[in-house]
T-cell receptor
Framework: RKEVEQDPGPFNVPEGATVAFNCTYSNSASQSFFWYRQDCRKEPKLLMSVYSSGNEDGRFTAQLNRASQYISLLIRDSKLSDSATYLC???????????FGKGTTLSVSS | DADVTQTPRNRITKTGKRIMLECSQTKGHDRMYWYRQDPGLGLRLIYYSFDVKDINKGEISDGYSVSRQAQAKFSLSLESAIPNQTALYFCATGRDTGTGWRGEQFFGPGTRLTVL
């Protein structure tokens, strides 16, 4: 049973493009949702939390659909520096730990 | 200075050797975690600790042990290393907000371990 599923990609887009990543999770009791960014061979870093009403941080927009157990991340006006792996993360059933998806790889080219 | 540090950053060892990976944090967080990351498998939780006297097994604890020496220190040991423990190991911290855990975690830079 895959608790957090993501399309691994890679997504190859030109600079300035808009790209969307999707994620599904299996635990209907999950309460905390995040997108993390991981650069090659580096540690994951929190990109943004995901709130029920949806939230935006600059060029990044996150959406949560609890009924469908679906999370999305939209990146507008892609930059070369956005090239990374994006990890979808939810808390586990006990609420004590985080479950990480395997990540979606984005490559932005000039 | 980094808030979460890990030592060593890289280590090559031989099968059967005992090895310890160390993690220290200056964030003042109560919660600490050890993960391993393998290509194609993502991050998997090995052990976690919510305070000095609290140790919990994660998804893949077999072959590993941990010690929470202080609030700021959490070490991971491989008692007898085997080649399939070759991976990138991350330590992470998190805090209890007191009003419900939001769950953000902050990661150290990782230790790249190779077992020959």
């Amino acid at each position: 049973r895959k608790e957090v599923e993501q399309d691994p990609g890679p997504f190859n887009v030109p600079e300035g493009a808009t790209v969307a990543f999707n994620c599904t999770y299996s635990n209907s009791a999950s309460q905390s949702f995040f997108w993390y960014r991981q650069d090659c061979r580096k540690e994951p870093k929190l990109l943004m939390s995901v709130y029920s009403s949806g939230n935006e941080d600059g060029r990044f927009t996150a959406q949560l659909n609890r009924a469908s157990q679906y999370i999305s991340l939209l990146i507008r006006d892609s930059k070369l520096s956005d090239s990374a792996t994006y990890l979808c993360v939810v808390n586990d059933q006990a609420g004590t730990a985080l479950i990480f998806g395997k990540g979606t790889t984005l490559s932005v080219s000039s | 200075d980094a808030d979460v540090t890990q030592t060593p950053r890289n280590r090559i060892t031989k099968t059967g050797k005992r090895i310890m990976l160390e993690c220290s944090q200056t964030k003042g967080h109560d919660r600490m975690y050890w993960y391993r990351q393998d290509p194609g498998l993502g991050l998997r939780l090995i052990y976690y600790s919510f305070d000095v006297k609290d140790i919990n097994k994660g998804e893949i604890s077999d072959g590993y042990s941990v010690s929470r020496q202080a609030q700021a220190k959490f070490s991971l040991s491989l008692e007898s290393a085997i080649p399939n423990q070759t991976a990138l190991y991350f330590c992470a911290t998190g805090r209890d907000t007191g009003t419900g855990w939001r769950g953000e975690q902050f990661f150290g830079p990782g230790t790249r371990l190779t077992v020959l």
